[in-house]
């Protein structure tokens, strides 16, 4: 065994699980087990070395290199659930809630599993939880789906009571919308639209399609997600007339 700088053993694992997850991908693994077989894979690189030191000769901890390897696994799940090229628009708490459907579906995790999947977003968990979609249920963490959203809107009578109205986070956009949209309300779905900037982004609606693919066919959300994609040609055409005549007057 030898000693190894960081950024020579960054550039191996890079190299090394680039490779193993293009083979995992298209082997269907998935979720969980895309996670866990990633991750491993890459302790095979960094355990062949008795130390690994920054250029200040510090001693990396595993628990650092480990990190590295989260963040790398996420990146590469994310930009192929989304079928690549607007991975890098997206916020922390949207590649948050695609990345925890496609790796848990609508269950309860421990919470040191979200915290690691959390992590590897961005998101500092302890920061985020019951204020919005993510809630903390004693040593679990649960995400609310869109079902669970609408209960919370019923409960408070509004949307905006509900923490959905006033928030310009693309995924409480998006469950509003969706939201707006099975209650019929067609106006209010198109002004939510217009008035956040993401009506005639595609990056919106990638995101929607990109969850709906993650969800189980028998899953609610995913039904009021196809449903409301299946409009959106047209839908897209009414934001766009609306914006014409506001720019007339």
């Not at 899953?219 to 994609?229: A, I, P, Q, R, W």
Request: aromatic share 10%; charged share 30%.
């Amino acid at each position: 065994m030898r000693i190894l700088g960081y950024n020579e053993v960054r550039e191996e694992i890079k190299k090394h699980i680039y490779q193993k997850l293009e083979r995992l991908w298209q082997e269907g693994i998935s979720g969980a087990d895309f996670f866990i077989a990633g991750i491993g894979s890459a302790i095979e690189i960094f355990g062949k070395y008795e130390k690994v030191m920054d250029y200040e000769g510090n001693i990396i901890r595993a628990d650092k290199l480990l990190e590295f390897v989260r963040e790398i696994v996420t990146d590469y799940a994310v930009r192929q659930i989304l079928h690549n090229g607007i991975a890098g628009e997206l916020s922390p708490l949207t590649r948050f809630y695609l990345l925890w459907r496609w790796t848990y579906q609508e269950a309860k995790v421990l919470f040191d599993n979200a915290r690691k999947l959390a992590q590897s977003t961005g998101i500092d968990l302890t920061r985020e939880w019951n204020k919005g979609f993510i809630i903390k249920d004693k040593e679990f963490i649960k995400v609310l789906g869109l079902q669970e959203r609408d209960l919370a809107c019923l409960r408070a009578d509004t949307h905006r009571q509900a923490g959905l109205e006033d928030s310009r986070e693309l995924i409480d956009v998006l469950h509003n919308v969706l939201l707006l949209w099975k209650e019929g309300n067609r106006e209010d779905m198109k002004k939510v639209l217009s008035d956040s900037g993401f009506g005639g982004k595609d990056a919106f609606y990638r995101v929607a399609q990109a969850i709906s693919e993650t969800l189980q066919i028998d899953s609610k959300e995913k039904k009021l997600l196809d449903g409301f994609l299946s409009g959106k040609e047209r839908l897209l055409s009414e934001i766009k007339e609306a914006y014409k005549q506001r720019m007339l007057f």
